[in-house]
């Protein structure tokens, strides 16, 4: 029986606009789950859109205002604008559009208890983490991740707990149609200000989202984040139980014995006011990973999760897909990829790849025009612990070229900084400055939530290497 919020679309087609997403083709297998027909298009063929193909779902790369007709409701990413063929197409037919926002929330509405990850950081390592412990504990989760992960078997998983993990992203006011019963706030800092205008407006979306939580809600935030304790002390419903993690001695969780191994991986004894908890070692490298696994851990046990098996599950994670991915060897070089698409994320993976003690080529994809102007100077020193930084051209994304913005005028800002940075405008430059340019033993970096990952596949393909599974 589907959820009371699409009952009004039952016995008709769902078409989805954008369904090669992470979380849109998981979201397309909810709905077969779901008992709908599903039907989509997507910009480009991937793994995600075969995959959909395989479960029976129709899906056609490009647009195709054609599969609208006799569709029920057609669902589409935030990226998707308003003008797109199909949308265009649905408008003319009456059909009903729904962001994909919405129809998580629909999705989530029925179950007992709903953990959403919230903060401009962090989201799907975390709620990865969560994801696999939950598993991994025989707890029956229901999952959707805005990445993939091996241990789930991809970005979703349909349960039978009552328990509904998800990402809660605050991108065009995402996460104000998602139900919430534990919010795990990460991290509040700049960035969507295309959409919000400023920093003010930011904080009131987290502020109305906290609001959502229910009496008997809770909410684990950042304790060391000046913008998420200033959200947290403006609550309104003051009986909500909140709880804080970090570094702090003052939060209800933190760290002992924070330790770091060759690798770079992280492990720690989880304190919680004064008692330690359990004792944890990493797979993944660098201190955000052991403040994510922090967070994860503290969500574990106010579940009331045994946290021995979750502690030995999490030293399992080796991380979701495009977060500092391991995706092959080419040349003698090891090649990574980050989905990290503003200055602090792509500073955090620069970070984590300089503890092999390799020489770094970080290969940065600017995301947005608008992102690329609002974060300017950050992007101009993000890169610095690289040894070298190739910058490709500006991927565009959902925006038009407003013509008074480029990478090379990021490169020159870089260069003042004194980082050694190389303007490679395409896949095929930035692959033939690697092969020109490159060693044995590099490690190359390639950061971005555009399509910038597809250079990986691209060269892994030119080369007879194995790629990482």
Known sequence: MPHKGLQQFEGQRIHMVGIGGASMSGLARMLLSEGFEVSGSDSADSYAVKS???????VRVGHHPDMVHGAGLLVYSAAISAEDPERMEAERLTVQQMERAELLGLLMENAQEQLCVCGTHGKTTTSSMMAQMLYETDADPTIHLGGSLDAIGGSVRIGGSGLFLAEACEFNRSFLHMPVTLAVLLNIEEDHLDCYGDMEHVEAAYLEFLERLPEDGAVLALGSDERVRRVLSRLTKKDRKVLTFGQDAAVDYSFANLRYDSKGNAGFDMVHRGQSLCAVQLAVPGFFNALHALAALAAMHGLQVNLGKAAEALSHFTGAHRRFEHTGTVKGMELYHDYGHNPAEMRAAVDMAV???RRVIAVMQ????????????????CTQAADITLVTDIFAAR????????????????????????????FDETEQWLLEHGQPGDLVLTMGCGNINLLNDQMQRHFDNTPIA
């Open 399 to 426: 925006e038009k070229d407003p013509g008074d913005i480029n990478s090379q005028m990021l490169i020159d800002g870089m260069r003042r900084y004194g980082i050694n940075a190389v303007h490679t405008p395409g």
């Open 52 to 58: 959909l193909r395989d479960a029976g779902v129709g």
């Open 355 to 357: 503890l092999q003690k």
């Open 366 to 381: 600017p995301h947005t025009f608008s992102r690329v102007k609002t974060l300017f100077e950050d992007y101009l020193t």
